[in-house]
C-alpha cells in the first residue's frame, strides 16, 4: 500500500491547494486528484515540486506499507435473499498470501438501541463488520498487520477493505434495487431502497482494539473515518 501525505501536509501547514498550485504550477486538478487518489500514478516532477514545495523528501511525502489488499465480494448486495454476506480479504507480500473471511451484517438503524450515532433520521443503513474464525488463520494475524501500520495507512486499509460492499451500496441506487436489512423492532428482513446522499454507518470489528467507525454517503465515495 502506498499513500501520499498531501491532505495531511496542507492541514499541518495551514495552507491551501491554491498557494500549492499558484506556487508550483501544478494544476488544481490534479491536486485535488492526489488528494482524493484517484489518480492512476504520479509524475515525478509533480514529486519534485511538492518536496520542493514543503520542503520534504520523498519518503515523507508518502507513507508505505508492503501489504498489498484485495476485497471479493462474490455478489452484488441486491441479489442477497439475507441480511448479511460474507466477503474475502486477500492480504499479501513478496511472501505473506493469505484470505481472511469476513461478514457484514445489514440492519435498520431505526428502533436499534446498538446504532452508535444519535441522529438515526440521516441514516438508512446499519452495517457491521466482523472478523470470521477460520481454521487457516488466527484472528491475530490480521490485527497484527493493522498494528504495522502508520495513521494514514489504517485509515486506507479500512477504506480498502470496504470498497466492495460500498461499491455495492451505490450500485443498488443506480440499478433502483432494494436489499435486505434486518429491523430490530419487528425483528424481521425488510427490502430497502437506498437513497443518494443519506448515511450508511459501518461498525467495524466492534469490541476490539482495532475498532472503528465508518460514515459513508451513500451514491459516493465519501468516506469518513
Not at 106 to 112: A, C, K, M, S
Not at 202 to 222: I, P, Q, S
Amino acid at each position: 500500500m502506498l499513500q501520499n501525505n498531501l491532505n495531511k501536509l496542507l492541514g499541518e501547514r495551514n495552507v491551501k491547494i491554491s498557494a500549492v498550485a499558484e506556487a508550483t504550477g501544478l494544476a488544481h486538478t490534479t491536486l485535488f486528484s492526489l488528494i482524493k487518489e484517484s489518480t492512476a500514478g504520479i509524475q515525478f516532477e509533480t514529486i519534485e515540486k511538492l518536496c520542493s514545495y514543503f520542503q520534504i523528501t520523498p519518503s515523507e511525502l508518502f507513507d508505505y506499507s508492503p501489504y498489498n489488499l484485495e476485497p471479493t465480494l462474490e455478489k452484488q448486495l441486491f441479489e442477497l435473499n439475507e441480511n448479511s454476506v460474507e466477503f474475502t480479504l486477500n492480504i499479501k507480500d513478496g511472501i505473506y498470501d493469505k484470505d481472511f473471511k469476513l461478514l457484514a451484517q445489514f440492519q435498520l438503524p431505526q428502533n436499534n438501541p446498538y446504532f452508535p450515532k444519535s441522529n438515526k433520521e440521516d441514516y438508512e443503513l446499519y452495517v457491521t463488520v466482523s472478523l470470521l474464525d477460520n481454521a487457516d488463520y488466527l484472528k491475530e494475524d490480521l490485527f497484527k498487520i493493522i498494528d504495522t501500520l502508520g495513521t494514514n495507512l489504517k485509515r486506507k486499509f479500512y477504506q480498502i477493505m470496504l470498497s466492495k460492499l460500498i461499491n455495492s451500496l451505490n450500485n443498488s441506487i443506480k440499478a433502483k434495487r432494494s436489499i435486505l436489512a434486518y429491523d430490530l423492532q419487528s425483528k424481521e428482513d425488510v427490502e430497502i431502497l437506498l437513497t443518494k446522499k443519506k448515511h450508511c454507518i459501518f461498525e467495524v470489528f466492534k469490541d476490539t482494539d482495532h475498532y472503528k467507525l465508518a460514515d459513508l454517503e451513500l451514491g459516493t465515495e465519501n468516506l469518513l473515518i
